[in-house]
Structures are given as structure tokens and as C-alpha cells.
């Protein structure tokens, strides 16, 4: 099972950026597809973003599309977040999680059953 540890989160204004930051503790990171979630008070956790095992092919929720980018360091075994434009309802604690399969095809279908590792957490907060 892949260890993983987020940071980055904090507080931060409406219109500004985070860089969220997930390193795994496995050699095998680099075989996995990775993704974000988020979970806001009250509310379900909800699939944010993913990406390829080979690092290519990221898909977004719609909510994000546009504002967020995910990418990967497979040397570093690091999958990481960039947030803009953040509004006050992308206020959630965030995880990032690793996949159950190794080397996944297709991403686009992914549900959250599919991954088997998960971080932590690390909370974003956006002010208005």
C-alpha cells in the first residue's frame, strides 16, 4: 500500500493561488495513476482531479477545469495540485490518493472505490 502525505494547504484570499503537494513513500509511485479530492464541511468527499500513471492525460471536475492543473515528479514521487482563481467554495480539506490497479489505462471513469491509498489531508481555506 502507497504511504502519502500532503501539503501546502493554508489560508488564502478569493482570486488567489496554492500549490498542493502529495508525496508517496513508495518506490512503485510511478506505477500508479494519482488524484485529488476534496471534502468541504458537511458535504461528501469529491473527485477533483487525475492523473496518469505516466503523467499525461489529467482530468479535471468541471468545477475546477480551467483553474486547477495536476502534474506529477515521478523521480520525486511527488503528484502535485496548482490552484488559481480559488473562490471561497473550493474551501475543503484536500487528499490526494493513489489507485488501486497499476498502470491504468483509462482515468476518465475512475471512481473513488478505485483508489486504495489515501494522504491525511491538508486544509484550503478561501476567504471572500
Known amino acids: 500500500q502507497v504511504q502519502l502525505v500532503e501539503s501546502g494547504g493554508g489560508l488564502v484570499q478569493a482570486g488567489g493561488s496554492l500549490r498542493l503537494s502529495c508525496e508517496a513513500t513508495?518506490?512503485?509511485?510511478?506505477?500508479?495513476?494519482m488524484a485529488w479530492f476534496r471534502q468541504a464541511p458537511g458535504k461528501e468527499r469529491a473527485f477533483v482531479a487525475a492523473i496518469k500513471w505516466k503523467g499525461g492525460s489529467p482530468y479535471y471536475a468541471d468545477s475546477v477545469k480551467g483553474r486547477f492543473t495536476i502534474s506529477r515528479d515521478n523521480a520525486k514521487n511527488t503528484v502535485y495540485l496548482q490552484m488559481s482563481s480559488l473562490k471561497p467554495e473550493d474551501t475543503a480539506v484536500y487528499y490526494c490518493?493513489?489507485?488501486?490497479?497499476?498502470?491504468?489505462?483509462?482515468?476518465?471513469?475512475?471512481?473513488?472505490?478505485?483508489?486504495?491509498?489515501w494522504g491525511q489531508g491538508t486544509q484550503v481555506t478561501v476567504s471572500s
Open positions: 490518493a493513489a489507485d488501486r490497479a497499476i498502470r491504468r489505462a483509462v482515468i476518465t471513469d475512475m471512481r473513488r472505490a478505485d483508489f486504495g491509498s
Open positions: 513508495t518506490l512503485a509511485f510511478s506505477g500508479y495513476a
